[in-house]
């Protein structure tokens, strides 16, 4: 693996105070962003501390329960439920070391709620947040709607999450916590190097629990960001740290950038927090019926769901081939050691 290097880039930071009065310059702020970085932080977005850290603290109910009462939400192929260390990223081959439920609206999640006796209030907080962070998101689809050159409501009705078709996702992670005192162990991720497929994700994050690293998409000339210069993104209270997907990416052309990021494994106790880490990811997913098609149209038309599928297929390809990658370096080792043996 190539060295790691790190660059002081700045983060831009973006203010949706005042919202109706500023929505040019907020519009010019963000399609700058989306051009360049393809990474900005909120600030002024509506939603208060308390009402973030009360979510963080309803994720903490979740995670506190033994597995064998997760396990009854289990994950399910229609992108909702609990995992723990089941997700492969395709940039390590190795699964991150971490727990996350996955939240949706409506049809989707029936039957994915645990019951109110084992987490009481737990389903109606959530949904609350939820339709916080859409309005915040609503606000993003509306800019980048203009940025474009379609109607403002183009995105938002795209993306309407009171339809059964609704793909939008809260999911709640948990990274688990390590000892600084002993050596981390060869081959552990928190979470390995990746972009995210959806339109655009708004990340929450705790004050303390750092680990967030971008490696911006016009800067990645390598396939997983390895080797280039990434940027660590510390949290800061109320900030809500956003991304573009590859959905939006496509949907604009390639003229805005996702972004590749990842959560590092914490390696040296100086500097590195090696605490639980808790966040949580809103992720924009179309409906499963709508069109997505850039205006200059350089990608065929497909569905909400043919590019779910598709992005799907193409990681999945991408872990095979890492795979198969690191099964023929172990083959080839062994047949090194063989011959040299003889």
């Known amino acids: 693996m190539a060295d790691i290097t790190y660059s002081s880039r700045s983060i831009p930071k973006i203010s949706l105070r005042d919202f109706p009065s500023r929505i040019d310059s907020i519009t010019a702020e963000l399609i700058a962003a989306a051009e360049t970085d393809g990474f900005f932080a909120l600030v002024g977005h509506g939603i208060s501390e308390a009402e973030i850290e009360t979510q963080f603290q309803a994720a903490e109910r979740f995670f506190s329960l033994p597995d064998s009462v997760k396990a009854n939400v289990p994950f399910s192929h229609s992108n909702t439920g609990w995992e723990k260390m089941a997700q492969v990223r395709p940039s390590t081959g190795a699964a991150d070391q971490k727990e996350s439920y996955q939240m949706q609206y409506g049809a989707a999640m029936e039957g994915m709620w645990l019951s109110e006796d084992a987490l009481p209030g737990f389903r109606e907080q959530s949904l609350s947040f939820m339709h916080r962070a859409q309005e915040v998101s609503e606000k993003l689809m509306v800019c980048f709607a203009r940025g474009l050159g379609f109607e403002d409501d183009y995105f938002v009705k795209a993306h309407d999450v009171s339809r059964p078709s609704a793909q939008t996702v809260l999911r709640l992670l948990h990274y688990f916590e390590l000892d600084p005192s002993r050596p981390t162990p060869e081959g552990y991720y928190r979470a390995g190097a990746h972009a995210d497929w959806d339109f655009v994700t708004l990340l929450f994050q705790r004050p303390g629990q750092s680990g967030l690293e971008i490696c911006p998409g016009r800067e990645v000339f ?35 950038k996702s972004t590749f990021h990842r959560v590092k494994t914490p390696t040296n106790p100086a500097v590195d927090y090696y605490g639980p880490r808790y966040s949580m990811a809103y992720f924009n997913q179309p409906n499963t019926d709508c069109e997505i098609q850039g205006p200059l149209k350089k990608y065929p038309m497909v569905t909400g769901s043919e590019f779910t599928k598709a992005a799907m297929k193409r990681n999945y390809d991408a872990l095979q081939a890492r795979m198969k990658d690191m099964i023929d370096k172990v083959t080839e080792t062994k047949g090194t050691l063989v011959a040299a043996a003889s």
């Open 222 to 256: 390598t396939e997983f960001g390895i080797g280039d210069r990434w940027t660590k993104v510390e949290p800061a209270a109320g900030e809500i740290v956003c991304n573009i997907g590859d959905m939006l990416m496509s949907w604009s052309d390639d003229r805005f």
